[in-house]
């Protein structure tokens, strides 16, 4: 039985009932975080949370709880659901208030989180992707719930046999519907930089950390849309599908049409580091609770 976090209680998932008026129901007006679960331990819970509060003060919604608090919230919720490897999701609305586009009064966020168990995870696998116009908002960089745009450029994807779209704005690569992007040719490794056309993605900044340590250098720099036609190798990175290679593109072969070995040497490298965090987390809870 999965168990959920809403309104200050842990329950079973099928016992949450959303209010109607809820802004987050009624407006999409509220933001949303999702942590990978390895071995029980909340992976890069800090850069999580940080980011949640940026997309809190982007909005002007409180936040509801302090970081040791959220920490607290999200390790019992973990817990309750068995520990193990787990997709952690948890938003945070407006609150329930009649509906009007302006922000109420007097109004009090309203949190829900859940937790899902994953299946022991191998290396990800090669995916197809497709090119379309990023014809989103203009700011992706907070987490907002309201992911329409997303969920119709996901769906063009799932509809051609894909499993992600690349997506461009103005001739140049932004991200993925639900990913960022990094564009190989040779050793030149390229990610677009962060701005309000893209979401600063967790992974994709563990990804930009770790590369000097595999011999790999990454520029956060503009690529051209064509740049994606030319490419050795393309990777998508997020929290549930971590650094997966895109090895066809609008139906052609990227590179060799295989993962390619800059990814396999950064994957080698983010995979020992998610087992190091993974140990160093399990010490410390350890420490915490002796």
Not at 45 to 69: C, D, Q
Not at 89 to 104: C, E, K, L, S
Not at 122 to 140: E, F, H, K, M
Not at 220 to 244: F, G, K, N, Y
Request: charged share 25%; net charge negative; glycine share 8%.
């Amino acid at each position: 039985m999965t168990i959920a976090y809403f309104r200050e209680e842990f329950m079973p998932l099928d016992g949450v009932h959303v209010s109607p008026l809820d802004r987050g129901y009624l407006l999409g007006d509220g933001v949303y975080e999702v942590i990978p679960v390895y071995a029980g331990r909340l992976f890069r819970i800090e850069a999580h949370l940080a980011r949640l509060n940026r997309s809190l003060v982007a909005v002007e919604i409180p936040n509801p709880f302090k970081t040791g608090e959220w920490r607290q919230l999200l390790e019992d919720l973990v817990a309750r659901n068995g520990d193990g490897d787990q997709s952690l999701y948890f938003q945070v609305t407006r609150g329930v208030a009649p509906r009007n586009h302006a922000f109420p009064d007097n109004v009090e966020p309203v949190v829900f989180a859940m937790s899902k168990m994953l299946p022991e995870r191998s290396a990800p696998a090669p995916l197809s992707a497709v090119t379309r116009p990023d014809n989103r908002w203009g700011r992706c960089d907070i987490k907002s719930i309201a992911l329409l745009p997303n969920v119709l450029l996901r769906q063009q994807a799932t509809a051609a046999g894909a499993g992600e779209a690349i997506l461009s704005r103005d001739g140049f690569v932004t991200e993925g519907a639900a990913s960022n992007v990094f564009v190989v040719h040779g050793d030149r490794v390229r990610t677009p930089p962060k701005s309000s056309r893209i979401l600063a993605g967790v992974t994709r900044d563990v990804v930009v950390d770790l590369a000097p340590g595999s011999g790999v250098t990454i520029d956060e720099v503009e690529i051209p849309e064509a740049d994606l036609r030319t490419a050795d190798e393309i990777w998508v990175t997020s929290s549930t599908m971590e650094i997966s290679p895109v090895v066809k593109l609008d139906g052609q072969a990227v590179g060799s049409g295989a993962a390619g070995p800059v990814w396999a040497r950064i994957y080698e490298k983010f995979s020992r580091y998610k087992l190091a965090e993974t140990d160093v987390r399990k010490d410390a809870t350890a420490r915490d609770r002796g």
